[in-house]
Structure formats: C-alpha cells, structure tokens
C-alpha cells in the first residue's frame, strides 16, 4: 500500500476540487455547479499519476488500463449526463470497466454481502417504476450493470468493497433524485454527489493497494582490465 503522506499529497488536488464543487452545489450557484462538475476526475487522475510515478509503484498493464478507463468514461458521464441517455451510456461502460478490472486484479469469490443487491435491484426498479417511461429498459439494464460492479468489487479487499457500496448508495438516491419529487434541494444534491466522489477515491485507493514497487533500474559498471600475466 502506498504511504499516508503520499496518498494525501497526490489526491489533495482531488480533494480541494470536491470540497470547492461541493460548497458551490449547497450554494446553489448553478453555472458554478456546471462549470466544476468536470474538474474532480481529473484530479483523481492526476493522482493516481502521481501515486505511481512518485512512489515508484507498478500495477499491471491491463490494471492500469481498465483503471484509467474507467475514470474518463466517469468523467465524461459527468460532463453528459444532462444528456441523459448519453450520460447514462458512459457510466454504463464505466462499470463493466470496473467489473473486467476486478475479475482480472482479483482472484476471490465475491462476497456473500452482494446477494443483498438482488433484493436492493428489485426493489429500486418497484419504487422508480410509477415514474418511469420510455428510459425504464436504460435505467434496469444500468442497475443490473452497477449492482454486478458492486458485486465484483467485493472481490477485492475492504477499500473496493465499500467503494462499490458507495456507488450504488450514490446511484440509487441520484435515481430518485431524477426520476421523483424525492431530494430536491441542494443539500440533497450535494450529499450524492459526496457519496459519488468518495466511490471513485475508495475505488481508486483498493485498486492502488495491489500496486507493487517498480524494480530498480541497474547501472552496469564495466569491469577493470586485468593485469597481463
């Protein structure tokens, strides 16, 4: 696992960028709400860059690329989702990067905790159902897709466990949020999106846990010419 110090000074930019999105959204200052939304996932980028460059740590090829897939299709369903549909698409495609990420660092079965995600789907598709229209095939094939994310995230250790719990507890009232009277204030508003960014830091910091240091690089020093006999 990377160090304290290390971790905090590669994701305080993450962190000042949430804390800065998250006052202006309990503000209620909308263009200033727009014009940050797309600012947290690249600072957690960064960091993951950081974290790696700088702590000399290596995760492997197809890792790092699922990794880094995953947060830019995030950020650009952030950046859509006032496109619903299109959004929606790219949060999709980011979890089944998330979920191939899981079944490819990890090897442990999923954990018993994610049966409880049949009953969560079932009843989150029972709640939303009187408010749904034409999206509702989109909204249950994006919930069966975030419930198994969840699930295979349970494969791996404390911190992606919690972080896929964190996803689906943001999803699930962001859905009422959208879709019903429920959550209209900005406090509200500003409580899922806490829980949203603190998914992709738990995730990214479970997924940097498997990190392991980098060899060192090995400098050949020419032998000195023996003596003539």
């Given amino acids: 696992m990377p160090r304290v110090p290390l971790l905090l000074g590669a994701f305080a930019p993450f962190l000042a960028v949430s804390a800065f999105h998250l006052a202006v959204k309990l503000a209620g200052l909308v ?3 727009r014009a940050t939304k797309g600012l947290a996932i690249p600072a957690l980028l960064l960091g993951v860059v950081i974290v790696l460059a700088v702590g000399r740590l290596r995760l492997p ?3 790092l690329a699922l990794l880094l897939a995953a ?14 549909l299109v959004g929606l698409s790219f949060f999709l495609v980011a979890h089944l990067a998330y979920i191939v990420l899981f079944h490819l660092a990890f090897r442990r079965r999923a954990s018993w905790w994610a049966l409880g995600l049949i009953p969560w789907f079932g009843g989150l598709l029972l709640a939303l159902a009187p408010y749904l ?5 989109a909204v249950a094939a994006y919930g069966a897709v975030l419930a198994y994310m969840a699930a ?3 494969r791996g250790n404390a911190l992606t466990m919690i972080g ?6 943001s999803d699930s ?10 959550f209209p204030t900005p406090a509200e508003d500003a409580f899922i999106m806490a829980l949203y960014l603190a998914a992709q830091l738990v995730l990214v910091l479970g997924v940097l846990r498997t990190a392991i240091p980098r060899p060192a690089v090995r400098t050949s020093v020419p032998s000195r010419p023996t003596a003539a006999a």
């Fill in 31 to 33: 263009e200033l709400d």
């Fill in 164 to 169: 896929g719990a964190l996803f689906v507890a």
């Fill in 71 to 84: 947060l830019t299709l995030s950020w650009l369903g952030d950046v859509l989702l006032e496109f619903f």
């Fill in 173 to 182: 009232f962001l859905a009422f949020r959208m879709f019903t009277p429920l």
């Fill in 152 to 154: 295979a995230a349970s």
């Fill in 133 to 137: 229209d034409e999206t509702w095939p």
């Fill in 61 to 63: 090829t197809s890792v």
